[in-house]
């Protein structure tokens, strides 16, 4: 049986997709070893139809009802007995329902606590924080095998966020593509807010490829581009490292002269986790302790002429054989 899932939008797809592989893996889990092909039967048999459930689920979750269980249920029912209009397939499908109430219930109310934990506090601020196995690692792997389900933490600001972001990083050894999903976003009394990269930099919302860097205030931060190339003030590059931001003195021109000198330091410093470029009259960020290698020009470099070889005496050695008569003859050497 395959539901119709067009009206639902692709993430509440995905997340649906999700739960139910869940849910199968939960009842393999409770099942005995020599019926695990009957228990996988079942679930292929009826995925589409399980997924078109969960679906109503997170749209249920997504819209904060307070009955969510109920009107999922009863969603879920009225889906069914529309996907006919002869009488008789009405009436079996009702049947079918009436009969299967009580386990579908029990699903609902399962898939219901898994979207549930999705979705934030509508209190606070919270990060979520979470770890998924990197395809392009072999299964044997610690990147291609690590998997943290997620969880909403209490947080006091985006500073102690951040920190915690690069502490769950570090703790858990992540590498990008570990850190994907919802990891890093922080929502405000249960709406979207600010993510936090891998790298530790904050972007306004949740969209991955979002272009809005803001501060640890929440405050968008000034985007160097060519617009502002032609702004009377001059640049500078802050370096990540340590988990803060931190400003180096030296002033440039240019942004491109800023952005060459901050490569050149995440070139040779290991220490740098990622750099940017910002206006000089940015505020400088005065939590960090980082002390920043200045980057200049480098100092022209006089050649050196090797120092002088010791001549050596090239001596000829040869030597003068005469031959004459026999029994008479001689040798010279010079």
Do not use: C
Request: no cysteine; glycine share 8%.
């Amino acid at each position: 049986m395959t539901a119709h899932t067009a009206t639902f939008d692709h993430d509440t797809k995905l997340r649906a997709r999700d739960y139910v592989d869940r849910l199968q893996q939960e009842s393999l889990a409770r099942s005995a070893s020599g019926s695990h092909a009957d228990v996988l039967g079942y679930w292929r048999a009826r995925s589409g139809m399980y997924r078109h459930l969960a679906a109503v689920v997170v749209t249920a979750v997504k819209s904060r009802m307070s009955d969510g269980e109920r009107w999922s249920l009863e969603r879920f029912r009225q889906d069914l007995l529309n996907r006919t209009a002869e009488p008789a397939s009405r009436a079996e499908f009702q049947r079918w329902f009436d009969h299967r109430h009580g386990m579908l219930r029990s699903i609902t109310r399962r898939l219901w606590q898994l979207a549930t934990e999705q979705e934030p506090p509508l209190a606070g601020l919270w990060l979520a924080l979470e770890a998924q196995p990197n395809p392009d690692f072999e299964s044997g792997t610690h990147n291609g095998s690590i998997s943290i389900p997620l969880k909403w933490h209490s947080i006091a600001d985006i500073a102690d966020g951040r920190r915690r972001v690069l502490d769950f990083i570090k703790y858990n050894q992540l590498g990008g593509g570990n850190f994907v999903g919802k990891a890093g976003q922080i929502a405000r009394n249960g709406e979207p807010w600010v993510h936090i990269s891998y790298n530790g930099r904050i972007w306004k919302g949740w969209e991955f490829d979002s272009k809005a860097e803001v501060d640890e205030k929440g405050n968008p931060i000034s985007q160097v581009d060519e617009q502002s190339q032609s702004k009377p003030h001059s640049f500078k590059f802050e370096v990540l490292a340590g988990g803060g931001w931190a400003s180096n003195s030296q002033r440039y021109e240019t942004p491109d002269q800023a952005q060459s000198a901050a490569r050149e330091l995440s070139s040779r410093w290991m220490a740098v986790e990622d750099w940017r470029v910002v206006p000089s009259d940015e505020p400088p960020n005065q939590q960090s302790k980082i002390v920043v290698i200045q980057v200049g020009d480098k100092p022209p470099v006089t050649p050196v002429a090797p120092p002088p070889q010791p001549q050596e005496e090239n001596v000829l050695r040869y030597s003068l054989q005469i031959r004459g008569r026999w029994g008479e003859s001689g040798q010279t050497t010079f």
